[in-house]
C-alpha cells in the first residue's frame, strides 16, 4: 500500500507558473512508476506526465510537452510537477499516481494508487 498526498495547486495567471508535489508513505517509492493525471469538469481523465523509478525516463501528453517537467527525489520520497507558460485550459485537478508496472504508461488503469487531488485554476 502507498499513500500519496499531493500539494501545490492554487490560482495563477495565465503565463504564470506552478510547482505540484506529491508526498508518498508506505512501501518503498523507488519501486513505483509515478504519473500525473488531470480532470477538468465534465471532461475525462486525461495523463500529463511519467517517470521512471530512477527518474532518468520520462514521458510526456503532447498538450504539455516543452511547459511541464517533472521530476523525483527517491530520497524524500516526492514526485514533482513544474509547470510553466500556464493557459486557462490547463485548470484542472491535478493528481499523482504510481504503478508497478517497469514501463511508463499514459493509461489510468495501470496505476495502482492515487492521491486525493489538488486543485489548478488558470486564470485568463
Known amino acids: 500500500q502507498v499513500q500519496l498526498v499531493e500539494s501545490g495547486g492554487g490560482l495563477v495567471q495565465a503565463g504564470g507558473s506552478l510547482r505540484l508535489s506529491c508526498g508518498a508513505s508506505g512501501r518503498t517509492f523507488v519501486n513505483y512508476v509515478m504519473g500525473w493525471f488531470r480532470q477538468a469538469p465534465g471532461k475525462e481523465r486525461e495523463f500529463v506526465a511519467a517517470?521512471?523509478?530512477?527518474?532518468?525516463?520520462?514521458y510526456y501528453a503532447d498538450s504539455v510537452k516543452g511547459r511541464f517537467t517533472i521530476t523525483r527525489d527517491n530520497a524524500k520520497n516526492t514526485v514533482y510537477l513544474q509547470m510553466n507558460s500556464l493557459k486557462p485550459e490547463d485548470t484542472a485537478v491535478y493528481y499523482c499516481?504510481?504503478?508497478?508496472?517497469?514501463?511508463?504508461?499514459?493509461?489510468?488503469?495501470?496505476?495502482?494508487?492515487w492521491g486525493q487531488g489538488t486543485q489548478v485554476t488558470v486564470s485568463s
Open positions: 499516481a504510481a504503478s508497478t508496472l517497469l514501463g511508463l504508461t499514459q493509461e489510468w488503469n495501470k496505476y495502482d494508487y
Open positions: 517517470i521512471s523509478r530512477s527518474g532518468r525516463s520520462t
